[in-house]
C-alpha cells in the first residue's frame, strides 16, 4: 500500500487535513490535550507507517507548507501594531520581562544538560528550544548543534506551552494580559501566540512582541553560553 507516494502533494495534503481534523477534534471536545499540532503530528506518522511512505516521499509535498513559516512570522506584528499605544507605556517592563525568559530558558537548558550529562552538541541543540523555527534553525546551525534535534524541541516546547498554558495561569492567578502574553510568547514562540490570540488581543500583540524579540535576544545570547558545556 504505498499509492500516496505517487502524489506530489500528498504530504502537503495529508498535513492540511489531519490539522484541520485537529482543530475540529478540539473545537468539539474542549480537551486542552487535543492540540491541533499534536493531533496532526500523531496522525501524520501513523499513516505514513500504515502506507509504508518514507520521509522523503511525504516532504516532499509538505515543503510547500513550509514555504509560509517565515510571511506568517511577519504577520504578528499586525496585533502588536494595534496595541503600539499600551506597548510605549509599558515598554521597560516588557523588555525586562521577555529578556528575563530568554535567560530563563537558557539557564535551565544548562541545568538540564549538567544534570543527564549531555555533551556540547546536544547543549546547543537544544539552546533555541522556545523561538520561533525560522531563528532557531539559524541559530543551532551556526552553533553546531543537530537542526533536526531543536526542530523537534521546537515543536513540543510549542505544544506544551499551547496546552498547559492557560492552565498554569489560573494556578497562579495570573491575570493580568500584557504579562500573559509575554509569557506564551517568550516560552512556546508561535505556537504559544495561537493560544495567546485565543485568549485576547492584548496577549496575542503582546506575544507576536516577544518572539520577535525573544528570537533577537537568543541570538545574541547563545554565542555568549555556548562554550558553557
Known amino acids: 500500500m504505498n499509492f500516496p507516494q505517487k502524489s506530489l502533494y500528498f ?10 481534523f485537529g482543530t475540529w477534534l ?3 471536545t474542549g480537551w486542552a490535550i487535543l492540540n491541533p499540532i499534536l493531533v496532526s503530528i500523531l496522525l501524520c506518522i501513523a499513516i505514513l507507517k500504515l502506507f509504508r511512505v518514507d520521509y522523503a516521499s511525504y516532504e516532499a509535498g509538505a515543503k510547500y507548507i513550509g514555504y509560509l513559516l517565515t510571511p506568517t512570522t511577519v504577520c504578528l506584528a499586525i496585533p502588536l501594531y494595534k496595541q503600539l499605544s499600551l506597548l510605549r507605556q509599558n515598554l521597560a517592563a516588557v523588555i525586562i520581562g521577555i529578556f528575563s525568559g530568554v535567560m530563563a530558558s537558557a539557564a535551565s537548558i544548562f ?3 549538567l544534570l543527564f550529562g549531555l555533551n556540547h552538541t546536544y547543549y546547543v541543540s537544544l539552546l533555541p528550544k522556545s523561538i520561533t523555527t525560522a531563528i532557531a534553525m539559524g541559530v543551532s546551525e551556526e552553533a553546531g548543534g543537530i ?3 531543536t526542530i523537534a524541541c521546537i515543536i513540543i516546547t510549542g505544544t506544551l506551552g499551547n496546552i498547559i498554558g492557560e492552565s498554569i495561569f489560573k494556578w497562579t ?7 500573559r502574553g509575554l509569557a506564551l510568547g517568550t516560552s512556546a514562540h508561535a505556537v504559544g ?4 490570540m485565543e485568549l485576547g488581543e492584548i496577549e496575542g500583540a503582546m506575544s507576536s512582541l516577544a518572539v520577535a524579540v525573544a528570537g533577537l535576544m537568543t541570538v545574541i545570547v547563545v ?5 558553557l558545556i
Open 223 to 227: 554565542p555568549l553560553v555556548t562554550g
Open 11 to 20: 504530504g502537503a495534503v495529508l498535513s492540511l487535513l489531519t490539522f484541520w
Open 173 to 179: 492567578h495570573l491575570d493580568n494580559p500584557i504579562a
Open 26 to 28: 478540539k473545537k468539539k
Open 111 to 113: 541545568a538540564m544538560c
Open 193 to 196: 501566540t495561537a493560544k495567546a
Open 147 to 149: 537542526v533536526t534535534i
